[in-house]
Structures are given as structure tokens and as C-alpha cells.
């Protein structure tokens, strides 16, 4: 099977995407039809329009409608495309700081389960609302302000559906999007994006958190997400990263030496500089891995950790079934490993070829507070 040169090397592609129809859908252009964005004029007593007062003097054409209003408890529809076609880019913001309580879905090819289903923050590896920080990697980044951008190619052989849930107890007034897309053939074997969201307190009796389970069919597993919450004033991250491949059983095909080796740290991410500071764990970003938070103010804990690894360059194969944990084990002082008790949650990124078994339900927003 010969790809689409939409589907191969970022700059390599680039000189065959002469013509292509390109689309984006946002709030000035919701159906991202050809020449239908900016058509309104401005009413601030539409509740469509209620942003549109700015615009009074200048009329249709002038930031009429440049964001929606997602109230409590309603989920609106940001995309709907016939296809075949691919998802090339999507940014969005909003103004209300749980991020954890918006929720990000979206459905490939008619299906009725999605086949991502994330809240918006951790889909953008940022997952602590009390703790905001950049992103800079190559498929997703978050910049000033809260400006979330995601790169993951997305295709669909007949259809997409993205919809935003609000599942706080308040308005997110201001929400501003743009979904990019391409509208082309898209071979019969191209896999389809997904994305699953979990959380769970590790226990001392079995410190494991289970990053992804239940997959079933071939794909290619291409990213970790972890929101990690450390309890303890010591180190964390001493667990390792386990794949289980295709019917492994008690003993996984591929574990890794560390949770910070995995995230291409070493030695407890600690730093280069002076002798008083170098235990501590340094931020950084890196475009396929990396720890862009460490909170770190209360060295008796809780401290807060985003990290993310990008398997973009060394994704990881299956072809019937996939299972990925993380441990969370530190030191006792004597040398052996102490499992902790710690708050973890996670996003797992992947393409499958479609059926996909459907997901674990959500937990409700209260099982999904970051404080």
C-alpha cells in the first residue's frame, strides 16, 4: 500500500499538497463550508452573537463571532465533516480554569462510542487546573495563555464528529476553536486516532496504576500522558513502564529501566547546578518527551509532575490486544523500594484500525478534580 503523501514525512509531504481542499471549521465558520465564514451581523441580543458587541461599529466581516459560550451542563458539537478526509490541526481555549470538567470527544466513521474521550487539559498534556503551565512538544503545545494546539493527524474514511461537554457547575463563556482539515482520498488500511483518559490512587499492597487495557484489534501505540500527583517528600518515580504486546500474560514484552528514563530523564530528573538545588527535579520540553511542570514549592509533598513521551519515532506495534501500567515505587532508607501511595491520571494515545472495544465509562467531574 502506497500512503498519501499527506500521510508521510512532515516537510517531505509538503511540496505534493499543491491544490489540495483545505477546510477550517471555527466559530466564525461552524460548518467549514467553502465561503461561509463571517457572514453575520453583529447582535449582542442573539444568543448566538453575544460576543459581537465589540463589532457594532464595524459590522458584518469584523469579529462578529470569534467564540461560543458553552453553558453548564451542555455539550455543543465543534465538527462535523463528511469525509473521506484528515484532521490536520486543532486549537482551543477557554475561560474556565477547570479544564478537568470539559470534556473533549470525538467519533470517526459513524461509530457510536468514541474514540476519544479525554478531558480537555490532560488531552493536552496539561492536567493540573491549579498548576498551568507551557507545553512545548511537537504533536501537542500549550502556550500563553492556555492556548492548546494539537498536531496528531486525524483521518476519517467517511465521517467526523468532535463535541465539547461543560460539565461544571458554571459558564464557560468564551470558548475559541479552529479544526483544519484536508478533504481527500484516505486508504483503506489508515488507522483512526484515540485517546483514553484514567485515574487511580495507587496502594501500597499493589502500587500500579493501569495506563491503558481493553484494546483489542491491530494499531500502534504513539503516546503517554501522566498528570502525577506525588504524596511523599522523597523520589517518585521510580516504577517502571510496562507494554503488554499480544497475549502477554503475567510478564510484559517491553518494561523500562524508570518512570524517568521513559520520560528521558535520569537520576530523578535532578538538575546540573548547584549542590543545594540538584536533587530537585528540573522542568523541561523536549519535541517527543519531557516534565513541563514540577511543582515543587512544598518538598513535603503534595508536589505535582506533567510528564509526556511521544512515541512518534519509535511507536509501538500491536496486532491483537495492548495493555501499558506504570508503577510508583520510591526508596525506603534502607535501600529497598518503597511502593507509595500516589494520585495519578493518565492519557493514552494511539491509531487502531476500527472496530474499537468501547471504553471504560468517565468518572463523574468529582473524581476528576485537580486541586
Same mark, same amino acid.
Given at each position: 500500500?502506497?500512503?498519501?503523501?499527506? $500521510?508521510?514525512?512532515?516537510?517531505?509531504?509538503? *511540496?505534493?499538497?499543491?491544490?489540495?481542499?483545505? /477546510?477550517?471549521?471555527?466559530?466564525?465558520? *461552524?460548518?467549514?463550508?467553502?465561503?461561509?465564514?463571517?457572514?453575520?451581523?453583529?447582535?449582542?441580543?442573539?444568543?448566538?452573537?453575544?460576543?459581537?458587541?465589540?463589532?457594532?461599529?464595524?459590522?458584518?466581516g469584523w469579529k462578529v463571532r470569534p467564540f461560543i459560550r458553552v453553558r453548564a451542563g451542555e455539550q455543543v458539537m465543534l465538527a462535523d465533516i463528511a469525509g473521506p478526509g484528515c484532521i490536520n490541526e486543532f486549537f482551543i481555549t477557554s475561560d474556565l480554569p477547570e479544564h478537568r470538567a470539559l470534556v473533549l470527544r470525538m467519533y470517526w466513521d459513524g461509530e457510536d462510542t468514541p474514540s476519544v474521550e479525554v478531558p480537555l487539559g490532560d488531552f493536552f498534556a496539561r492536567g493540573h487546573d491549579s498548576a498551568p503551565h507551557l507545553v512545548n512538544s511537537l504533536p501537542v503545545t500549550v502556550g500563553p495563555r492556555n492556548g492548546c494546539s494539537c498536531y496528531w493527524q486525524m483521518p476519517f474514511h467517511t465521517h467526523a464528529r468532535i463535541t465539547l461537554e461543560n460539565q461544571?457547575?458554571?459558564?464557560?463563556?468564551?470558548?475559541? #476553536? /479552529?479544526?483544519?482539515?484536508?478533504?481527500?482520498?484516505?486508504?483503506?488500511?489508515?488507522?483512526?486516532f484515540h485517546a483514553q483518559w484514567r485515574r487511580s490512587m495507587t496502594r501500597r499492597d499493589y502500587p500500579e496504576h493501569v495506563i491503558l487495557?481493553?484494546?483489542?484489534?491491530?494499531? =500502534?501505540?504513539?503516546?503517554? #500522558?501522566?498528570? %502525577?500527583?506525588?504524596?511523599?517528600?522523597?523520589?517518585?518515580?521510580?516504577?517502571?513502564?510496562?507494554?503488554?504486546?499480544?497475549?502477554? !500474560?503475567?510478564?510484559?514484552?517491553?518494561?523500562?529501566?524508570?518512570?524517568?528514563?521513559? $520520560?528521558?530523564?535520569?537520576? !530523578?530528573?535532578? !538538575?546540573?547546578?548547584?549542590?543545594?538545588?540538584?536533587?530537585?527535579?528540573?522542568?523541561?520540553?523536549? *519535541?517527543?518527551?519531557?516534565?513541563?511542570?514540577? /511543582?515543587?514549592?512544598?518538598?513535603?509533598? *503534595?508536589? /505535582?509532575?506533567?510528564?509526556?513521551?511521544?512515541?512518534? =519515532?519509535?511507536?509501538?506495534?500491536?496486532?491483537?490486544?495492548?495493555?501499558?501500567?506504570?508503577?510508583? =515505587? !520510591?526508596? %525506603?532508607?534502607?535501600?529497598? #523500594?518503597?511502593? =507509595?501511595?500516589?494520585?495519578?491520571?493518565?492519557?493514552a494515545y494511539w491509531y487502531q484500525l476500527e472496530p474499537h472495544a468501547p471504553f471504560q465509562p468517565l468518572p463523574p467531574v468529582r473524581d476528576r478534580w485537580s486541586r
Open positions: 500500500m502506497q500512503p498519501h503523501p499527506l $500521510f508521510t514525512s512532515q516537510l517531505g509531504a509538503l *511540496p505534493y499538497q499543491t491544490g489540495a481542499v483545505t /477546510r477550517q471549521i471555527s466559530a466564525e465558520n *461552524p460548518t467549514g463550508e467553502k465561503g461561509q465564514a463571517c457572514r453575520w451581523e453583529p447582535n449582542p441580543s442573539d444568543p448566538n452573537l453575544i460576543h459581537s458587541g465589540a463589532a457594532l461599529d464595524l459590522g458584518r461544571a457547575p458554571r459558564d464557560a463563556n468564551v470558548v475559541a #476553536y /479552529r479544526i483544519l482539515y484536508k478533504l481527500l482520498d484516505v486508504p483503506d488500511g489508515a488507522a483512526t487495557d481493553g484494546i483489542h484489534g491491530q494499531g =500502534l501505540y504513539v503516546g503517554t #500522558y501522566l498528570a %502525577w500527583t506525588s504524596f511523599s517528600h522523597g523520589w517518585w518515580g521510580e516504577g517502571e513502564v510496562k507494554f503488554y504486546i499480544d497475549g502477554d !500474560g503475567e510478564f510484559p514484552s517491553m518494561a523500562d529501566n524508570g518512570t524517568e528514563d521513559y $520520560f528521558g530523564g535520569a537520576w !530523578g530528573f535532578a !538538575g546540573f547546578d548547584s549542590k543545594s538545588d540538584s536533587e530537585h527535579e528540573h522542568e523541561f520540553s523536549t *519535541p517527543y518527551l519531557g516534565l513541563p511542570l514540577a /511543582r515543587i514549592a512544598d518538598s513535603g509533598g *503534595p508536589r /505535582r509532575f506533567s510528564l509526556y513521551r511521544w512515541h512518534i =519515532l519509535d511507536a509501538i506495534g500491536f496486532k491483537q490486544d495492548l495493555r501499558v501500567t506504570v508503577q510508583a =515505587l !520510591g526508596w %525506603w532508607p534502607d535501600q529497598r #523500594y518503597e511502593p =507509595l501511595t500516589d494520585d495519578i491520571a493518565s492519557v
